[in-house]
């Protein structure tokens, strides 16, 4: 088990994978740009990178907070940076990817039955923001 922090070079070697998930983790980092330009570096040629996190709608306009809760019962907040939609799309290409697919994904769109106040409340409003992208 290998752990790594996003703030520093990651521990791997240059064009070393194929495929790259990164999920629900850039709103929490302060430096998105220097994250994605590890994860070019690490990306073999042709190689693809999927980067999914909550949609900057639901952090800025309806304040949503990832929180995580202790063995002792304590709540503990994660920061959110303020990115914009842009923003993601920005460092992804800056980093040298080639994007190929983002989908804004509304509350609408999900499950009525398991999730009916949103959809009701807040139909319009973009829950996730979904990037697929590619290092020519």
């Avoid at 070079?9 to 740009?33: G, N, R, W």
């Avoid at 909550?54 to 959110?80: A, K, Y």
């Avoid at 979904?130 to 290092?135: D, E, G, I, N």
Wanted: aromatic share 12%.
């Amino acid at each position: 088990l290998l752990f790594a922090s996003l703030k520093s070079a990651l521990p791997f070697q240059s064009e070393q994978f194929d495929f790259l998930i990164c999920a629900l983790v850039l709103t929490h980092v302060p430096d998105i740009a220097g994250v994605l330009r590890e994860f070019y570096r690490v990306m073999s040629p042709g190689g693809h990178l999927i980067v999914t996190d909550f949609h900057p709608d639901v952090i800025h306009n309806l304040g949503w907070r990832t929180s995580r809760v202790s063995e002792l019962g304590i709540t503990f907040l994660f920061p959110n940076m303020p990115y914009t939609r842009a923003d993601y799309l920005d460092a992804m290409t800056s980093a040298g990817f080639t994007l190929q697919r983002v989908v804004d994904v509304p509350m609408g769109t999900l499950p009525k039955d398991d999730y009916a106040l949103l959809v009701r409340d807040y139909p319009d409003t973009n829950l996730c923001l979904v990037a697929l992208a590619q290092k020519e």
